[in-house]
């Protein structure tokens, strides 16, 4: 099992293993899933003060993302999740430019030095950067 995946579950278990949330489609384009960004507020709540925050939080947020992402063809107006089967691929990808984006503002990116050096930490593990 890679570093990237042992994150992914740890952040996939804090989630609810099922849910549903409403899709309210925009006028001109695109969808909000209603509740999403509370859900993952209350999940990322749940980890704050945790040695490993930097890498979980943005974990949560990538998940945030490709469901997002996800529910933009279903067809329904009601998007049912279960977290553990969003695309990994593309978790992965938003995961590692957001760490990326820390590393290139690590000055200003408001996250401690040893936040910094874990995502640098974690790119040596996956030599992936």
């Avoid at 899709?23 to 999403?36: A, V």
């Amino acid at each position: 099992m890679t570093r990237f995946d042992q994150i992914l579950d740890e952040a996939i278990a804090a989630w609810p293993p099922r849910f549903a949330l409403r899709i309210r489609r925009l006028r001109r384009r695109g969808h909000i899933l209603l509740g999403l960004v509370d859900l993952s507020d209350d999940v990322t709540r749940l980890i704050e003060g945790n040695p490993r925050e930097v890498l979980l939080t943005n974990m949560h947020w990538a998940i945030v993302t490709v469901a997002h992402r996800s529910a933009a063809s279903w067809p329904l107006h009601t998007f049912t999740m279960r977290p553990d089967e969003l695309r990994r691929d593309w978790i992965r990808e938003k995961f590692e430019d957001d760490l990326r984006l820390i590393l290139s503002i690590a000055d200003r990116c408001g996250w401690t030095p040893d936040d910094v050096v874990l995502v640098e930490k974690y790119f040596a593990e996956t030599k992936t950067r």
